[in-house]
């Protein structure tokens, strides 16, 4: 799937360029990227994706920066609180997909414990004769199998960083 950056001012678009995949995931509404000639900076308003492209939409705009460096412009801040809310939504994610994960782990295992069960009830039920005949041979054979399956184990949510550190920065000196 093919990426690019339309960069648009006052609803026109005015540049169009190629966007690596790798920054796809870390381009989020509100961030401030350069412009393609590197003089201005953009700020991404949304990101659209379809089956054919993602295309994401950035809005050329002054961002002025202290030369005195005093405080955070409201670009910067706003792209710290951006990332602060994306990471937390990742973290989220995360949580959620290693609980549906462990889950299906032990939705897995049970079936196969409800298998094995039923393998050896249907095994036991079976006559001396039947189970040394060959059906009964190939059966114990299968059977086996199943039995040699060890529970899969659930995994652990990852240790995330410490995000109130950086949310906690001061965006002026005051």
Known sequence: MA???VYITDSKKIGKRPLPESFKNEWIPGAIIKSPDGKEFCKILRIEDSEEENTVIAKKQPITQSKTMLRLSKYEIETKANLISKLKDLELKTNT???????????INEFADNIKQRQQDYYDERSDNWQESDRGMEYE????????FEELDAIECPEFVDIEEFENLPDSMD
């Not at 997909?97 to 939705?107: E, F, K, M, Q, R």
């Not at 054979?141 to 040699?148: A, Q, T």
């Open 3 to 5: 990426s690019t950056v």
């Open 97 to 107: 997909l290693v609980d549906d994960y462990n889950n299906t782990i032990a939705l």
């Open 141 to 148: 054979d299968w059977k086996s199998e199943w039995e040699s």
